[in-house]
């Protein structure tokens, strides 16, 4: 079992940026592939961005790429989501999930979540 627990999440103005952190508990984090998701109200989850067991195989959604870096630190057993020039359609829950496959953007390849931290984009 992997325990997942996010934070960082607020209000931000669009334009400015954010930093998500995701701590895990349980079994070798190391292990799993990370991925970061969002739900907007009254949308489907979707895929932000993914990496690898290291730090050196990453992916990212279209919408987020250039503006949205994911990053791990393996000895804190966190997976981090730096987050720039924000706008308002950016604003949804954001999820952490852990995969022991590889960093797929596909939720259903994800055994693990977290509940969620809200991130709000006013314009």
């Known amino acids: 079992q992997v325990q997942l627990v996010e934070s960082g999440g607020g209000l931000v103005q669009a334009g400015g940026s954010q930093r998500l952190s995701c701590a895990a508990s349980g079994r070798s984090f190391s292990n799993y592939a990370m991925g970061w998701f969002r739900q907007a109200p009254g949308k489907e989850r979707e895929f932000v961005a993914a990496i690898g067991w290291s730090d050196t195989n990453t992916n990212y959604a279209d919408s987020v790429k250039g503006r949205f870096t994911i990053s791990r630190d393996n000895a804190k057993n966190t997976v981090y989501l730096h987050m720039n020039s924000l706008k308002p359609e950016d604003t949804a829950v954001y999820y952490c999930?852990?995969?022991?496959?590889?960093?797929?953007?596909?939720?259903?390849?994800?055994?693990?979540w977290g509940p969620g931290t809200q991130v709000t984009v006013s314009s």
């Open positions: 999930a852990a995969s022991n496959s590889n960093y797929h953007s596909s939720p259903p390849y994800y055994n693990y």
